[in-house]
């Protein structure tokens, strides 16, 4: 996979020496790939990704990974505000909730394998650290949503994906306890709590989707916990940093 080149000039130096321990994938929310392509270049709309994905399965590279892009904007992840600051930011060309939201092409698929390996190859990204851009904002932000292949990609070793986690009590103090475990930011333990509401849903549309605005029923109650129960697994899997010789 070659990238091709369409710098954008809105980046700047990650902060504070942060290490590169996040992965976030969304969704361009807009009609074309070029569209996209223009708007994440155009200085005065300060945003931008490392990598953009077209349906076709093309990749773009808009940002050095060594720099800081703007994709996050405010968000939050395990303690962590700055997620620009420590992330790769992939956008996937999709028309999005704004214009009419289709799956996700399998070229465009295969080149997101492609070039989230690569990445994870060389940068020391936990594989619970794999996020959508709902995840770290789930009070504002829904994309990549629900048709992202999330069990796909853990499959190809991209994120972590629970298989069939046994059906649990669906008590919602535990519900919230773990969601806090995985990283959200939670409110008050019960899901009357707007917070707490808002990490579930994203939760749901990244690990249930196919109950996504059903009630939450027991096999879906178990997901929470069986996702934390896989992060310090996913920990350990963690290979050393590679180091330049
Ligand atoms: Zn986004």
């Not at 155009?42 to 990749?59: E, F, K, N």
């Not at 704004?98 to 990445?119: K, M, N, T, W």
């Not at 990283?183 to 707490?196: C, M």
């Amino acid at each position: 996979m070659r990238p091709i080149d369409r710098a954008s000039p809105n980046h700047g130096p990650r902060r504070d020496g942060a290490p590169i321990d996040m992965l976030l994938l969304h969704y361009t929310d807009m009609a074309t790939a070029e569209l996209a392509l223009d708007r994440l270049c155009d200085p005065t709309a300060q945003v931008s990704a490392h990598y953009l994905i077209a349906r076709d399965g093309r990749v773009f590279r808009l940002v050095s990974e060594q720099r800081r892009a703007w994709h996050a904007g405010r968000a939050w992840w395990a303690g962590e505000s700055d997620i620009n600051s420590r992330s790769i930011g992939i956008e996937l060309d999709n028309p999005g909730h704004s214009h009419g939201y289709g799956d996700f092409p399998e070229a465009q698929l295969v080149a997101l394998i492609a070039l989230c390996r690569d990445i994870l190859a060389r940068c020391p990204i936990p594989p619970h650290r794999v996020l959508g851009h709902s995840d770290v904002a789930p009070d504002r932000k829904i994309d990549p949503g629900h048709r992202l292949d999330w069990r796909r990609l853990a499959r190809a070793g991209i994120g972590v994906f629970p298989e069939s986690p046994p059906p649990a009590e669906l008590d919602e103090a535990a519900v919230a306890g773990n969601l806090a475990r995985i990283g959200y930011r939670v409110g008050a333990p019960r899901f009357a709590d707007p917070a707490t509401r808002a990490a579930l849903e994203a939760f749901r549309r990244h690990w249930t989707p196919d109950a996504l605005g059903q009630p939450l029923h027991p096999r879906m109650a178990a997901m929470p916990a069986a996702v934390a129960e896989l992060i310090p697994k996913a920990e350990k899997k963690l290979a050393p940093p590679r180091v330049n010789s």
